[in-house]
């Protein structure tokens, strides 16, 4: 007997908006088939990062081999930091055919992206409520430059600016109670 087709979910929202860590309580405790979709980079590999596990890294000119060649389904330089990033195709789409419902953490250009090709995907939107809260969860990181900083927070208005564009916005006032809302989310998407 043949599997059925999984589904796509796109997770979007502002860098301080809490999206990993709502990820990986959502991949922990929701009864879902779910899986994160590995992205790729240009980017080196931080201490503890382990390539196909949390990227898969890939030099600059091997991204851009790949991109020429139509292997994402998106992909962008993030941040105007020099480093690229990209969801493979053939990550999510062997997600899908296993059956599985593939998550894709992607910023809002990437999810209109991925929308155009696969129109039938669940889109959430999750940020911190206001662009204060979101300021100061930048700074309590303490991994951030005052520049660094200032660029996130210039780039989280303009993506805030999408969140209605979403089938779905979530607020993470607490990432276990996010999550929650997300599974129940999903679980009424598979009825």
Not at 126 to 155: D, F, K, N, Y
């Amino acid at each position: 007997m043949n599997k059925p087709q999984g589904k796509l979910v796109i997770l979007s929202g502002p860098s301080g908006a809490g999206k990993s860590t709502v990820v990986q309580l959502l991949l922990e405790a929701c009864p879902l088939p779910l899986v994160l979709s590995v992205s790729a980079t240009t980017r080196p590999p931080r201490p503890g990062e382990i390539d196909g596990v949390h990227y898969h890294f890939l030099s600059k000119d091997v991204f851009q081999s790949r991109r020429a060649a139509g292997d994402f389904l998106e992909c962008r330089e993030v941040f105007r930091c020099g480093h690229w990033y990209g969801t493979l195709r053939s990550e999510a789409m062997a997600g899908l055919a296993a059956g599985k419902w593939v998550i894709l953490e992607i910023d809002v250009e990437g999810a209109a992206d991925v929308l155009k090709q696969m129109p039938e995907a669940i889109t959430l939107f999750l940020h911190a409520g206001t662009m204060e809260e979101l300021e100061q969860r930048l700074r309590l990181r303490r991994t951030e430059t005052e520049t660094s900083i200032a660029r996130r927070l210039e780039v989280a208005r303009r993506e805030m600016a999408f969140a209605d564009q979403y089938q779905y916005e979530i607020i993470n006032a607490s990432a276990p109670q996010a999550a929650d809302t997300i599974c129940t989310i999903l679980k009424r998407s598979g009825d």
